[in-house]
């Protein structure tokens, strides 16, 4: 390299550079992910000491995403993001989620059990006009004050997180555009997803602290997260800042936001065939992840470990944490290897810690350590699906492969998993099996999706089509969980009926719910996005939209 080289080089030139900047992005996001599903791991817990029934539980997981799509907030992201920047909306993003993030944990607390505050949330917002009549409202008649002030926090929680998520994505194509850019969208969600394993991990942890069951506990964990996400926010603020000094682009755009910009973005066909997709899809996972535990709970039998055994302690957690963390890093350092022996050495290694994973897992005997093995597949296959895309393309294919998977799954837990209850080596066996098999479908996503959307629409409007897609996107996350916890009261009528006559105690109805219903819901959701892939596929061909065409040209 000459001396000119070395001057004209940028930030974004140095490989060293990009990925440090897609690590500071994806903690942030591995940290949201883990209070987005703080509460899924102990829903038990909600139920057994606040009140929370499937109904409310589900109302209030569903109210995350209810300003994005009711009040809009989303699309006034992406005209922000296009309008003042990645910087600027980066730490707002990190704001906000914070802010809800802190109300949220204050409304599970003690304090406010038999405070003002709960009283009011009693006797108001039981009826909105308008959202009641539609049947849209976040609230309703009966729901536990905790749930109603909780869900609150989760609006303003949902907005920010989605505004990161857009914020994220355009991020990336930013720093990676005509380089790795599916490896790193791969990267950053496989990096991500292990806020779920961490989730599920330490949240029933912190609730269960000491002996004392204290659902608050989890919640502040989470909070404690999204501070230092903020954090890192900051820090890739001045990291991009210095990146457009050195190219002399401007933070802003030249062009002002647009209502046309939106018109020309509807009136592409290929991206409402990729945003229904992404609706379809993602809706039969992240509500699924929030009654995943319940469901593994409701399904398998897990015998009580005595308080004196090694699998009690938390020196297990902490210990099956890190080998998680080294089963990640190893897969996912394998993919980088050029020696076939280190490859294949760090795959071998990555294996053999997996099955220590979760035979640790079997033998604490809690579907929160099962379900933690979700990501583990992903964050090794991610970037191997990435880097075929950036190579060979084929996303439209591999979106499809995706649906199969999906449905092939959620069919598996609600027909065969339960066939295996009182099997105790067995159940667990395919729970692991088909919840590997379910995080490895959704890397596909990542991997093959995301980094077509700029093939779709015009680089300057590429913040409003990500917040277009994530809206849609957000109407299923606003539905299936408020869905989801409704089918399961409405099908086991007799099991409601029993707690409210005071036949059985909530703990034994918290673990007792048939799942089968709302998992055939799910795999149809699976069947409708994998027709959408077909349809994709045809019309790419047809129209040659080039999203079965490499990211890289050689």
């Known amino acids: 390299m000459t001396t000119t080289d070395k001057i004209h080089q940028t930030l974004r030139d140095s490989a060293g550079m990009r990925w440090l900047v897609l690590l500071l992005l994806a903690f942030a996001m591995f940290c949201s992910y883990i209070f987005m599903d703080i509460l899924s791991p102990i829903k038990d817990l909600m139920q057994s000491t606040r009140g929370w029934d499937s109904t409310a539980f589900g109302t209030m997981q569903g ?5 994005n799509v009711f009040v809009f907030f989303l699309i006034f992201a992406g005209i922000i993001l296009d309008k003042m920047g990645v910087r600027f909306t980066a730490i707002l993003s990190g704001a906000v989620m914070l802010v809800g993030a802190t109300i949220n944990w204050y409304a599970v ?52 997180v989605e505004m990161a998520g857009i914020t994220v994505s355009r991020g990336i194509v930013k720093w990676f555009k005509g380089r790795e850019m599916a490896l790193a969208m791969g990267s950053e969600m496989a990096l991500a997803r292990l806020g779920v394993a ?20 989890s919640v502040a964990f989470g909070v404690v997260l999204l501070l230092i ?18 190219t002399g682009e401007a933070e802003e755009k030249d062009d002002p936001f647009k209502i046309s910009d939106l018109g020309t973005i509807l009136s592409s066909g290929g991206f409402w065939l990729v945003a229904l997709l992404c609706v379809l899809y993602y809706s039969a996972i992240f509500p699924f992840q929030k009654y995943a535990v319940n469901m593994l709970q409701c399904n398998l039998v897990f015998k009580e470990v005595p308080t004196d055994s090694f699998w009690a302690t938390n020196t297990v957690t902490i210990l ?12 996912f350092a394998s993919n980088f290897m050029k020696k076939a022996s ?13 099955t220590v994973f979760c035979y640790m897992g079997y033998m604490r005997q809690s579907a929160e350590t099962v379900f933690a093995v979700f990501p583990l597949l992903a964050v090794g296959i991610t970037p191997i699906l990435g880097n075929y895309v950036d190579h060979k393309g084929k996303a439209a294919s591999m979106l499809m492969i995706g649906s199969m998977l999906l449905v092939l799954c ?32 959704f890397s596909l996503v990542p991997a093959s999706l995301w980094p077509s959307v700029p093939k779709l629409v015009d680089a300057k409007i590429i913040g409003s089509a990500y917040a277009l897609i994530f809206w849609v996107q957000n109407i299923g996350l606003w539905l299936f969980p408020l869905l989801i916890g409704k089918v399961l009261d409405k099908t086991n009528t007799q099991l409601v009926a029993d707690l409210k006559n005071g036949v059985i105690t909530p703990e034994e109805a918290a673990v007792s719910y048939d799942y089968t219903a709302p998992l055939v819901m799910l795999a149809c959701l699976g069947v409708a996005a994998l027709v959408l892939g077909f349809i994709l596929k045809v019309v790419d061909k047809k129209k040659g939209l080039g999203l079965e065409e490499p990211n890289i040209k050689a």
């Open 320 to 331: 099956q944490y890190c080998i998680m963390l080294v089963v990640a890093g190893a897969s």
């Open 342 to 354: 280190m490859k294949y050495g760090l795959l071998t290694l990555a294996g053999v810690l997996l």
């Open 63 to 67: 109210s995350e995403t209810f300003l």
């Open 109 to 160: 607390t003690d304090a406010f059990q038999g405070s003002g505050l709960q009283t009011w949330f009693t006797n108001n917002l039981n009826y909105i006009p308008g959202f009641d009549e539609l049947g849209i409202s976040p609230f309703y008649r009966g729901m536990p004050a905790s749930a109603k002030f909780a869900a609150i926090g989760f609006m303003i929680f949902g907005c920010g």
């Open 198 to 217: 961490t989730c599920m991990i330490f949240s029933p942890v912190f609730a269960k602290l000491g002996g004392v069951i204290d659902v608050s506990r």
């Open 410 to 441: 959620h069919l598996t837990f609600a027909f065969v998993l339960p066939e295996f209850r009182d099997n105790a080596v067995g159940g667990v066996v395919i729970a692991y099996l088909t919840i590997l098999v379910l995080g490895a479908s």
């Open 229 to 246: 996400a903020l954090i890192m926010f900051i820090v890739y603020f001045f990291m991009d800042k210095k990146l457009d000094e050195q």
